[in-house]
């Protein structure tokens, strides 16, 4: 640039370049950028983030049979999943869950604290039974596969009042949208919003569950050790006491990823402004809601947040090819809207990982989601581009 006049110059900067102009944000988005990852949210009091920093250090703790690890478990620590790039976020562990559906009830035997299958087992338990993974319960009518999610934010939507989840439920589809989406209500009457079918209310529990279904780590909130098809654990191959995870271990796991900060939406140029209302405007938003807010909260960051979560944490009825296995009020081809917020760390998408690219995801859209799906397809190829940049940044 040869500008005659030195205060030229920014100003032809920022005309050349008005696409990539960064949009003001108004406190709601947060930085462009990723140096809130694995963060605490902002704003945290003293006692707070000590809990989040000790609770940091038992999701990343290594467990073993002497502390407690298994018989039956998926990995040692809650990091080794969700890990990449930082503690919390997504993994290349995938899963087997399993449950049975009779008639229209969807059961998961009496022993099992959760759908998931353990596929592997401490040594003890290999010398005893003569088995390495945990077989599929005989009474299971399916099973499905599972990625790890990242949980970065997840304590703002654990946040969100019921309310503002039901107010967008719409069982009948009584607005004619082709969409109807509605709650997994839990056995106790409430919102179910955790688990790719939202079978869980509360992170509390999700937690609390996650540390016996995917280590065997029992503690004061789950404390029922997974057993193989029913069956009496065999003597000596579980000596650690129950609990094997105190209270406070429990808590401040459960404070640390309540705490963690969602990633903030990256690059939010006019360009990708554009694509975003593109995205709503193709009836993406009416299932991915860009925005949700959490209601007022004890812990004061947490408070009257907004929260870029892109999805109602509603179940929808996604069409046959995706359909796998039932959970609560969840059909098999009932799925809780995948929250888009930290898509940027995902290489595989959908439930079961079936999808290489954000292109191909949308394409399985059956159902409910076929209607959006169609009018993406539509769109000239630059246009889908466009999309998928915006999506990629989120
Ligand atoms: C073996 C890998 C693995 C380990 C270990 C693991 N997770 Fe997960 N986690 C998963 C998978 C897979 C899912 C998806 C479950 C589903 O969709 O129902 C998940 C889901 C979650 C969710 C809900 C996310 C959502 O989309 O609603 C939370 C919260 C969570 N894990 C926390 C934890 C905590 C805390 C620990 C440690 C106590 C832990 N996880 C250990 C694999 C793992
Ligand atoms: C009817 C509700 C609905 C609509 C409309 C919808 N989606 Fe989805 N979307 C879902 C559900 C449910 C899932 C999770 C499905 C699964 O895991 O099998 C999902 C998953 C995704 C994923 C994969 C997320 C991941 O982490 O793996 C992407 C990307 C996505 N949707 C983008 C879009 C785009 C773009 C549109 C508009 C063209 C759209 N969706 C419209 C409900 C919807």
């Not at 000790?54 to 018989?71: D, K, Q, Y």
């Not at 609990?243 to 006019?270: C, H, K, N, W, Y």
């Not at 925005?291 to 870029?308: E, F, H, I, R, W």
């Not at 979560?309 to 359909?323: C, N, V, Y």
């Amino acid at each position: 640039m040869s500008g005659r006049s030195l205060f030229l110059v920014p100003v032809l900067m920022v005309f050349a370049t008005a696409c990539e102009r960064q949009l003001p944000t108004g406190g709601l988005l947060g930085k462009a950028g990723g140096n809130s990852l694995g963060r605490p949210l902002a704003g945290l009091k003293t006692d707070e983030r000590r809990l989040f920093d000790r609770g940091s250090i038992v999701f990343a703790t290594e467990f073993t049979p002497e502390t407690g690890l298994g018989p039956l478990f998926n990995s040692t620590s809650c990091a080794e999943c969700h890990e990449d790039p930082v503690a919390g976020a997504v993994g290349d562990e995938v899963e087997i869950h399993a449950t049975e559906l009779q008639g229209a009830v969807c059961k998961r035997p009496e022993h099992r604290r959760g759908p998931v299958i353990q596929q592997t087992v401490t040594a003890a338990l290999h010398d005893s039974l003569g088995i390495d993974v945990e077989p599929v319960p005989s009474a299971a009518t399916g099973t499905g596969l599972r990625t790890t999610p990242s949980i970065l934010g997840f304590g703002l939507l654990d946040a969100v009042p019921e309310a503002e989840i039901l107010a967008r439920a719409d069982s009948d589809d009584r607005d004619g949208d082709g969409i109807s989406g509605r709650p997994n209500m839990t056995p106790d009457g409430h919102v179910g919003r955790f688990g790719r079918k939202a079978q869980t209310a509360t992170l509390r529990e999700f937690n609390a569950t996650a540390f016996v279904m995917e280590m065997g780590i029992t503690n004061p909130e789950s404390d029922v050790e997974q057993t193989v098809d029913g069956q009496p654990l065999p003597l000596g191959v579980d000596p650690t006491p129950d609990p094997e995870l105190s209270q406070a271990d429990l808590d401040a796991t459960i404070a640390f990823v309540r705490f963690l900060a969602p990633p903030a939406p990256q690059g939010m140029t006019v360009a990708i402004a554009a694509s975003r209302q593109r995205f709503i405007q193709i009836g993406c938003a009416g299932c991915h809601v860009p925005y949700l807010k959490t209601g007022p909260n004890p812990v004061k960051a947490l408070s009257d947040q907004t929260v870029p979560a892109f999805t109602d944490l509603l179940l929808h009825d996604m069409g046959p090819a995706l359909a796998d296995i039932c959970l609560q009020q969840a059909l098999p081809s009932e799925f809780r809207t995948e929250p888009l917020m930290g898509l940027r760390f995902k290489t595989a998408f959908l439930h079961d990982g079936r999808a290489t690219s954000i292109e191909q995801a949308i394409d399985f859209h059956g159902g409910e989601g076929a209607a959006a799906r169609d009018r993406f397809e539509a769109l000239s190829l630059g246009e889908r581009a466009a999309i998928v940049r915006f999506l990629r940044g989120l």
